[in-house]
């Protein structure tokens, strides 16, 4: 159990770091127009190596994170993330995804579901206060897919070196003192 909330603990910071990194590439392609909306893309480190007592608080988290980055509303990117989680989590476990292909073949549809359910979602509720029209969607969307392929094979592997590392690390306890 000590192993399992390490990792969630570890994904959860390796979410952080990549929204972070992901917030400073979009503060300067937003210059030119470009918008990176990738919500896909923390889906399946949690689902490879979090059970749903862990992972289901992890997605949630990064969703809340992803929600205050992109100031969208707030809960909307949480419990998609963590609807994914459920659903992709047997998937995964079921079938062998760790080969470069599979990832993309996950991540890529889950992205361009959260990318229609977003609109969908700015388009009935938010009442004009954002403005996102078609063709701007459609740039973003192909802009977003093309950032996703090689991030969809980055992101899991850094995961799991990151729990391999921190694996490595002691573990102190109160014994020990």
Same mark, same amino acid.
Request: charged share 10%; proline share 5%.
């Given at each position: 159990?000590?192993?399992q909330?390490?990792?969630a603990f570890?994904l959860l ?5 990549t929204l ?6 979009n503060?300067?392609?937003?210059q ?6 990738l919500?896909?893309?923390f889906i399946?480190p949690g $689902?490879?190596?979090l059970?749903?007592v862990?992972?289901m608080?992890v997605a949630?988290?990064?969703g809340?994170l992803?929600?205050q980055?992109?100031?969208?509303t707030?809960?909307f990117h949480a419990f998609?993330?963590a609807?994914m ?5 047997g998937?995964?476990r079921?079938?062998?995804?760790r080969?470069?292909?599979n ?6 549809? $889950?992205?361009?579901?959260?990318f229609?359910?977003w609109l969908i ?5 938010e009442?004009g206060?954002?403005?996102w ?5 459609s740039?973003?969307l ?9 991030l ?6 850094? $995961?799991?070196?990151t729990?391999?590392l921190v694996d490595?690390l ?5 014994? $020990?003192?």
């Amino acid at each position: 159990m000590e192993r399992q909330n390490r990792i969630a603990f570890v994904l959860l910071g390796v979410n952080l770091l990549t929204l972070t990194l992901l917030g400073c590439v979009n503060s300067k392609l937003g210059q030119f127009g470009f918008f990176l909306y990738l919500p896909g893309l923390f889906i399946l480190p949690g $689902a490879l190596y979090l059970d749903h007592v862990r992972g289901m608080p992890v997605a949630f988290l990064t969703g809340l994170l992803l929600d205050q980055q992109i100031e969208s509303t707030f809960g909307f990117h949480a419990f998609a993330l963590a609807g994914m989680h459920a659903l992709v989590s047997g998937w995964v476990r079921g079938g062998n995804v760790r080969k470069d292909l599979n990832p993309i073949l996950l991540q890529l549809p $889950a992205n361009v579901l959260c990318f229609v359910l977003w609109l969908i979602w700015i388009k009935v509720f938010e009442n004009g206060l954002l403005v996102w029209t078609f063709g701007r969607w459609s740039v973003d969307l192909i802009a977003s897919t093309v950032a996703m392929i090689p991030l969809a094979i980055w992101l899991p592997r850094f $995961a799991k070196s990151t729990i391999l590392l921190v694996d490595g690390l002691p573990v102190e306890t109160e014994g $020990a003192r």
